[in-house]
Structure formats: structure tokens, C-alpha cells
């Protein structure tokens, strides 16, 4: 089995590729108050992969709010990729209590596993 196939035996639930307009707010990694208009590009039920313009700190909590809807959900900085080639970073984010609705879609439902 290769190792995105292990991977995503792993994950808890499917992600599906898709633009949120969202306001963060959290904390950079020297210790700076950061809020500012983002991205989310990968939504799970329990995360979510965001694009921002400045790094946020890893284990560090964060207020993401979904621009279409106004909502606000509590995450957990869990992965901060290097600067990409455009300027902006990567930012894995864990729920700190998953709601299947933040996101404003329906997910896939669960595979059971044999």
C-alpha cells in the first residue's frame, strides 16, 4: 500500500476540495496577535487545509470564521507549510469541536471499514 493510500486509511472522514472566503484570527509565530481574510482550499469534518498571507504558530488556537454563512469555529493549529512560491503559507487546522455544517456542505458518508 503506498503511502497517500495509508494516509488516507487514517484520516477520520473524506476532504473535498473547495474555496471558503474566511476571517482568521490566531497568533504568529513571534507571538503577534493575527487576524486577516484567508482561504479554505480542503474542508474535512474535522479540518481543514487554509491558505493565509502570514504564518501562523503551530499548537497555537484559532477563530476561523466562514465568510458566506458569518459563523465562527474554534481550531487547532496542527501543520504550517514553508512560504509557498506565491507568497502564502499552508496551514493545517484541526476542529476543536467538529461541526458537520461549518463548512456550509454535506460531506460523503463514512466508508466502513471490512
Known amino acids: 500500500m503506498s503511502s497517500e493510500s495509508q494516509m488516507r486509511e487514517r484520516r477520520r472522514s473524506e476532504r473535498v ?33 487554509l491558505r493565509t498571507n502570514k504564518p501562523l504558530k503551530k ?3 484559532l477563530t476561523v470564521t466562514n465568510t458566506f454563512s458569518r459563523e ?20 493545517g487546522v ?10 456550509g456542505i454535506r460531506f460523503p458518508p463514512a466508508t466502513v471499514k471490512a
Do not use: C, N
Not at 27 to 36: F, I, M, N, Q, R
Not at 94 to 103: K, N, Q
Open 17 to 49: 476540495l473547495i474555496r471558503v472566503p474566511i476571517q482568521v484570527r490566531g497568533v504568529a509565530p513571534d507571538g503577534s496577535e493575527l487576524k486577516e481574510e484567508a482561504e479554505a482550499v480542503v474542508v474535512s469534518r474535522f479540518g481543514a487545509l
Open 59 to 61: 499548537g497555537s488556537g
Open 72 to 91: 465562527a469555529e474554534e481550531f487547532r493549529v496542527v501543520w504550517v507549510s514553508e512560504k509557498q512560491p506565491d507568497g502564502r503559507w499552508d496551514v
Open 94 to 103: 484541526e476542529a476543536v469541536h467538529p461541526r458537520e455544517d461549518f463548512w
